[in-house]
């Protein structure tokens, strides 16, 4: 088995391609050990010490290490991991824990929604999904869409493109100036 690794906007994260489907549908990020107790995967990445974020997305893992860490030591331990998990074909998840698309308990909606936004905030979706998205996770992240109020939209960087140094000016200059040119409705986007 051979694992692609590729560079992301994000120096402390690298993503890593098993040449699989890592995840059937959604994606999953860990941003804590504990919380990567569901997955042995991600705990495994996580036991070595110098990682601060785990994320599953389709068909990649992106592993973001800590201040001071190097990816001259770390990529070796990663990679080994990924190759023990792969070639064993254990399962993502731990038996009795929910996997699958992440939902994590500060994901509500930021804002309460009015009815008669309906139309705005499904084209916002729209445009997430078939736009947005597949370039966020061809940097080894992903977005989630929470909320949008008075013209605002909030989103949440994930994966990788989470403390990215450009995930500001991916914001404010890519994200915003799509959706403002589709949805005129948009007069903003804020990080979430």
Same mark, same amino acid.
């Given at each position: 088995m051979? #694992? &692609?690794?590729?560079?992301t906007p994000n120096?402390?994260?690298?993503?890593?391609l098993?040449?699989?489907?890592?995840?059937g549908?959604?994606?999953?990020?860990?941003s804590t050990?504990?919380?990567?107790e569901a997955?042995?995967?991600?705990q495994?990445?996580?036991d070595?010490?110098?990682?601060?974020n785990?994320?599953?997305?389709?068909?990649? #893992?992106?592993?973001? #290490?800590a201040?001071?860490?190097?990816?001259s030591e770390?990529k070796?331990?990663? *990679?080994?991991?990924?190759?023990?998990?792969?070639?064993s074909?254990?399962?993502?998840?731990?038996?009795?824990t929910?996997?699958?698309?992440?939902?994590?308990?500060?994901? &509500?909606?930021?804002?309460?929604? +009015?009815e008669?936004?309906?139309?705005?905030v499904?084209?916002?979706?729209?445009? *997430?999904?078939?736009r947005?998205?597949?370039?966020?996770? =061809?940097? =080894?992240?992903?977005i989630?869409y929470?909320g949008?109020?008075d013209?605002?939209?909030y989103?949440?960087?994930q994966?990788?493109?989470? =403390?990215c140094?450009?995930s500001?000016a991916?914001?404010?200059?890519?994200?915003? =100036?799509l959706?403002k040119h589709?949805?005129?409705?948009v007069?903003?986007? +804020?990080?979430a």
């Open positions: 051979f #694992i &692609e690794t590729e560079t120096p402390a994260s690298l993503k890593f098993p040449g699989q489907e890592v995840m549908s959604g994606t999953r990020e860990f050990p504990e919380a990567a997955s042995p995967l991600a495994a990445i996580f070595t010490g110098e990682v601060t785990v994320f599953f997305g389709s068909n990649f #893992i992106s592993v973001t #290490i201040p001071g860490a190097s990816w770390m070796p331990q990663v *990679l080994a991991i990924l190759l023990d998990h792969y070639v074909e254990a399962p993502l998840f731990a038996p009795g929910a996997g699958g698309i992440s939902v994590p308990a500060d994901s &509500e909606m930021l804002v309460e929604e +009015r008669e936004d309906a139309d705005i499904a084209q916002i979706n729209e445009l *997430l999904e078939t947005v998205r597949p370039a966020v996770a =061809g940097d =080894g992240g992903d989630q929470r949008f109020r013209g605002i939209v989103l949440q960087m994966g990788a493109c989470s =403390g140094p450009s500001t991916t914001l404010k200059h890519g994200i915003e =100036g959706l589709y949805v005129p409705e007069v903003e986007v +804020r990080a």
